[in-house]
Nanobody, 129 residues
Framework: SQLVESGGGFVQPGGSLRLSCAAS????????ITWFRQVPGKEREGVAC????????NYADSVKGRFTISRDNAKNTVYLQMNSLKPEDTATYYC???????????????????????WGQGTQVTVSS
């Protein structure tokens, strides 16, 4: 069972990308999902998270108003729509899921504080002119 990210690439500042997180071997329907990003030498940052039903979301201040997390449970996929991209958004983006039963939104909307059991391999996003 694993998560698989796709959709990364090279884009100019101000451009857009949509990342996808799909599950291999299990259904995402019952899982809250978080998108993280990491730059070598820097701490991993929780970017956005969404509840299993999609009724709760939370965003890092650095991406509020520019990124949107959504999910299509029928397609077993979670998305991260990234608009107005900046060079500082350059990073490897990962999706992750806490195991069933772990406290998530009920504990805190700060999804970087949750415990995660499933991770994808990451997809690179590069924003540069």
């Amino acid at each position: 069972s694993q998560l698989v990210e796709s959709g990364g690439g090279f884009v100019q500042p101000g451009g857009s990308l949509r990342l996808s997180c799909a599950a291999s071997g299990f259904s995402l329907v019952n899982y809250d999902i978080t998108w993280f990003r990491q730059v070598p030498g820097k701490e991993r940052e929780g970017v956005a998270c969404i509840s299993s039903s999609g009724d709760k979301t939370n965003y890092a201040d650095s991406v509020k108003g520019r990124f949107t997390i959504s999910r299509d449970n029928a397609k077993n996929t979670v998305y991260l729509q990234m608009n107005s991209l900046k060079p500082e958004d350059t990073a490897t983006y990962y999706c992750a899921a806490p195991g069933i039963g772990r406290p998530t939104f009920s504990m805190t909307p700060m999804c970087s504080r949750w415990q995660y059991d499933y991770w994808g391999q990451g997809t690179q996003v590069t924003v540069s002119s």
